[in-house]
Structures are given as C-alpha cells and as structure tokens.
C-alpha cells in the first residue's frame, strides 16, 4: 500500500521531504478550498522543485462541478505545474454518466500533455450528505473514462470517518470492482492508524492522509509533523507484515 500525503502548501511540503523515506506520493492541496481543494499552479509548481525528485507529486483539481470543460482545463494546468497524479473530486455530478463526462474530459487533456501521468477519479464517501454519485459507481466512472484510479476521501471534515460512511466490506467491494477493471483503489477519509488493518486486509493500493500526521490530529490547525508520518508508516509497515505472514496485526 502507497502512502499519499496531503500538505497545505510549501512549508508543509518540506516537512513531507523530511520524511521522504516514510512516503510515497506527496499530494498538494488547499484545505480551506475543500476536501479536494485546488491549490495554485506556482505552489504545484514550487513543491515539484522542493522535495525530492523520485517522490511524485499529486494535485488536486478541487470538488469539482459538472463543467467538464472548466475541469479539464483546470487538469492540464495541474499538470502543466508538475504534478503527475491529477485527482479530481466529482463533488457536481449527481449520475455517473455525468461523472464519466467529466472525467473523460479530464483524461484527455491530462494524456495528450503527460501520458505517462495517472488520472485519480475521486468520489465521497459521505456522498448522501451531499447528493453526489455514489461511492460504489467510482470504480466503472474510473474505468469507463480511461482514468487510472478510483478514489473515495469525506466531503465533509467535521471528525467522521472514511468507515462510518462505508463499513470496511463495502470498501472491499470498492477495491474489488477497481481491481477488476484494472484500476488502482485509493481510499481516504480522516483514515487514523487504526483504520490501517483493514484497509491493508482489502488490498488498498493508496492510502490518502492528512489529520493523522498533523499535530493533535488536527487538519485545519495542526501542521503536518514528519515524526507523525514515520509512525504512520510503522504502523502501514506492521501491518502489512502480519497480513503477509497470515496473522493480522491487533491495533
Ligand atoms: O487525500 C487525502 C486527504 O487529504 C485526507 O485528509 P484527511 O486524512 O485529513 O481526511
């Protein structure tokens, strides 16, 4: 399992650095804009130069409305800044058709720049909070669309939880239909270390955080801490060794 990273902006992006060895994407995004709030172009662009240069980088586009034109354009200028994973929130799609539009828009203007750079369709978990496409629509949005992932994370950060909105049997059923079309299945949502066993137990390719690896658990308040990131990653570490030894980790 990937561990994925969100800091706020280049402070933060350099606290990541510290703790390069411990993470695997770093992905920019602006808190206060959203759960998958766009941060600016020179900001991608600026953290692109700042950590190291085998740890890609990750942008995302914002909760995006049903504008697959304002959204694919928003996309290339993501990945025109240097990013090379371009995660898109379908927060403005209501039916996975819409969905499928958006992203296939996405998908194209991402590719025709970058084709080697990999397209995350993102939906919500607490998508009924909302009224946006359903959790376990993502995988075939994903797939019918040409993007290379799946991905859920929380709309709304107010301390619920990836699991309270979809039980860790439906998550595996996320990963399933992901898998089955060929798609990596990233999942996020106020994920704490104790959210890991599972999560490694249905085969999560990406773990997305943030709160768990800011001081006090704190998104909004807390900054990223590059010692919360080397804990966070024992733990991915201990649990991965006991599901391959057959023997879950207990938390
Ligand atoms: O993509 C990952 C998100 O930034 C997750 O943030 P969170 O762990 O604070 O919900």
Same mark, same amino acid.
């Given at each position: 399992?990937?561990?994925?990273?969100?800091?706020?902006?280049?402070?933060?992006?350099?606290?990541?650095?510290?703790?390069?060895?411990?993470?695997?994407?770093?992905?920019?995004?602006?808190?206060?804009?959203?759960?998958?709030?766009?941060?600016?172009?020179?900001?991608?662009?600026?953290?692109?130069?700042?950590?190291?240069?085998?740890?890609?980088?990750?942008?995302?586009? /914002? !909760?995006?409305?049903?504008?697959?034109?304002? &959204?694919?354009?928003?996309?290339?200028?993501?990945? &025109?800044?240097?990013?090379?994973?371009?995660?898109?929130?379908?927060? /403005?799609?209501?039916?996975?058709?819409?969905?499928?539009?958006?992203?296939?828009? &996405?998908?194209?203007?991402?590719?025709?720049?970058?084709?080697?750079?990999?397209?995350?369709?993102?939906?919500?978990?607490?998508?009924?909070?909302?009224?946006?496409?359903?959790?376990?629509?993502?995988? !075939?949005?994903?797939?019918?669309?040409?993007?290379?992932?799946?991905?859920?994370?929380?709309?709304?950060? !107010?301390?619920?939880?990836?699991?309270?909105?979809?039980?860790? !049997?439906?998550?595996?059923?996320?990963?399933?239909?992901?898998?089955?079309?060929?798609?990596?299945?990233?999942?996020?949502?106020?994920?704490?270390?104790?959210?890991?066993?599972?999560?490694?137990?249905?085969?999560?390719?990406?773990?997305? #955080?943030?709160?768990?690896?800011?001081? /006090?658990?704190?998104?909004?308040? /807390?900054?990223?801490?590059?010692?919360?990131?080397?804990?966070?990653?024992?733990?991915?570490?201990?649990?991965?060794?006991?599901?391959?030894?057959? &023997?879950?980790? #207990?938390?």
């Amino acid at each position: 399992m990937l561990l994925l990273i969100s800091p706020d902006g280049v402070e933060e992006a350099l606290d990541c650095a510290k703790a390069a060895e411990h993470l695997d994407i770093i992905d920019v995004k602006k808190p206060d804009e959203g759960s998958l709030g766009a941060n600016f172009p020179w900001i991608i662009r600026e953290i692109r130069d700042a950590v190291p240069a085998d740890k890609p980088v990750s942008a995302t586009v /914002g !909760d995006v409305p049903y504008k697959p034109g304002t &959204v694919a354009q928003a996309a290339l200028g993501a990945v &025109v800044s240097g990013a090379t994973y371009i995660k898109v929130g379908l927060y /403005g799609c209501t039916t996975p058709d819409q969905g499928i539009e958006v992203m296939r828009a &996405v998908v194209r203007a991402v590719k025709d720049h970058c084709p080697e750079a990999l397209v995350v369709a993102s939906g919500y978990a607490d998508a009924h909070r909302i009224g946006c496409v359903n959790p376990l629509a993502l995988p !075939d949005i994903a797939a019918r669309s040409g993007a290379d992932a799946a991905m859920l994370d929380t709309a709304i950060k !107010d301390g619920t939880r990836l699991f309270d909105h979809v039980p860790p !049997d439906v998550c595996a059923e996320f990963v399933r239909l992901a898998h089955a079309s060929g798609r990596l299945a990233a999942l996020a949502g106020s994920v704490k270390q104790a959210d890991l066993g599972p999560l490694t137990r249905i085969g999560t390719d990406i773990v997305g #955080v943030r709160g768990a690896v800011c001081e /006090g658990g704190d998104r909004n308040a /807390g900054r990223i801490q590059p010692h919360l990131v080397a804990a966070f990653r024992a733990e991915m570490d201990r649990q991965a060794r006991g599901h391959a030894a057959g &023997v879950p980790a #207990v938390n």
